[in-house]
């Protein structure tokens, strides 16, 4: 078996001074609720071994206060595919992962990340800024991942653990 924690990125700013979607970084609810999200998966014993993360620069801050925060010792990458991926996408980010780690986390955008959850067999969610999700997948190899291998055992929003 294997678990997946999907997370989507804390909350951004909007501000016109970025460049590009790829350049915004987070707001200050941004940088109060990724520590919270960490701090409650390290009092929990919920980290995984592996942090696979969006390289825009909202994820990259949201997967670093994780790794941070929570005093992560595991693996932190950026895929290049996990930016504003399709839930088939994702699931190919999945399916890449090296059998080492029986949790990983992706660290990524919504609609992806919603859809992502519902294609593995997590039902329809909604997934507000700095939300994690964790599925029990019915997989032995991160290769074998099929859509609805899995089932949802837990939501947490940052609105319920402020």
Do not use: C
Request: aromatic content about 6%.
């Amino acid at each position: 078996m294997k678990t997946l924690l999907v997370m989507r990125h804390a909350k951004s700013d909007w501000g016109a001074q970025y460049r590009s979607d790829f350049e915004r970084p987070l707001n200050a609810r941004g940088h109060r609720d990724a520590p919270l999200m960490a701090t409650f998966l390290a009092r929990r014993d919920l980290l995984p071994q592996r942090i696979v993360s969006s390289p825009a620069q909202r994820a990259r801050l949201t997967a670093a206060y994780v790794a941070r925060e929570a005093r992560f010792t595991g693996q932190l990458e950026f895929d290049s595919r996990i930016y504003l991926a399709s839930p088939n996408m994702l699931l190919a980010v999945i399916r890449d992962q090296s059998d080492d780690a029986d949790r990983i986390m992706l660290v990524g955008h919504n609609p992806g990340m919603e859809g992502i959850i519902a294609l593995l067999g997590g039902g329809a969610v909604r997934m507000p800024t700095a939300a994690i999700a964790s599925l029990r997948l019915d997989a032995d190899r991160w290769r074998a991942v099929q859509p609805g291998a899995g089932y949802l055992q837990w939501l947490v929003k940052p609105k319920i653990l402020r």
